[in-house]
């Protein structure tokens, strides 16, 4: 029975919500504002307890637990904690700030290779031998050579390479322009079909939990 009760509360305050934050449409007012305010402190509520019962419980007991018996481990576990006090140092003025500068930049530069290497590793070079494999069978040919036209030009979308002229204006080669426009074409195809699908998404989200809290309410 308290099961029950507990689900029609949930319900009733999940269609509240709901239309706290669809009030958005008539304009921001204080209705949607507590809305975005539950959601983002229930949201850094469970992403604390999930970093803390996750990552900082098991860091400790795998690394922490016993310096004497495990120091190569113990030193390694020192590492975040050494980094994360220079991040600390960052927000503060003076020389200190300078250390702070150095833990940013392990942060930043650890992000951007594993980014570099999992975009590369786990989407350019299967695109390409996919890419490759179906043109050699000859299977999929038109579809194959579309991608691999849009792989191609998007890449040279985000190339910035350039001439500078001598009234310094930076100016591309004629093919460097030609495929960086048709590969913002794709960006734009692939932008339009992902915010439809989006939406699609969402609607049929919200049909089936409308539908859902009707039959829960329903006696």
Do not use: C, H
């Not at 200190?96 to 150095?102: I, K, N, Q, T, V």
């Amino acid at each position: 029975m308290i099961v029950a009760n507990l689900d029609q509360i949930a319900t009733i305050a999940g269609a509240v919500l709901t239309v706290m934050i669809f009030s958005y449409l008539l304009g921001d007012n204080f209705l949607y504002r507590i809305a975005i305010s539950i959601l983002i402190g229930a949201s850094a509520g469970f992403l604390l307890i999930v970093a803390v019962e996750s990552v900082l419980i098991p860091w400790f007991q795998l690394t922490m637990r016993d310096p004497l018996g495990a120091p190569l481990l113990f030193a390694i576990g020192l590492l975040p904690l050494v980094i994360s006090l220079l991040l600390v140092l960052k927000s503060r003025r003076g020389e200190s700030s300078r250390w702070g500068s150095l833990g940013l930049a392990v942060v930043i530069g650890v992000g951007t290779a594993i980014a570099i290497w999992g975009a590369i590793n786990g989407t350019l070079f299967p695109l390409i031998t996919d890419t490759a494999r179906g043109i050699r069978s000859g299977g999929d040919l038109i579809d194959g050579i579309i991608v691999l036209i849009g792989t191609v030009t998007v890449l040279t979308a985000f190339t910035y390479l350039g001439t500078r002229r001598p009234n310094g204006q930076v100016v591309q080669i004629f093919f460097a322009r030609l495929f960086g426009g048709i590969g913002r074409i794709f960006i734009v195809i692939t932008l339009g079909a992902t915010y439809a699908l989006l939406i699609i998404s969402a609607l049929t989200v919200l049909t089936n939990v409308i539908s859902s809290r009707l039959m829960i309410l329903k006696p």
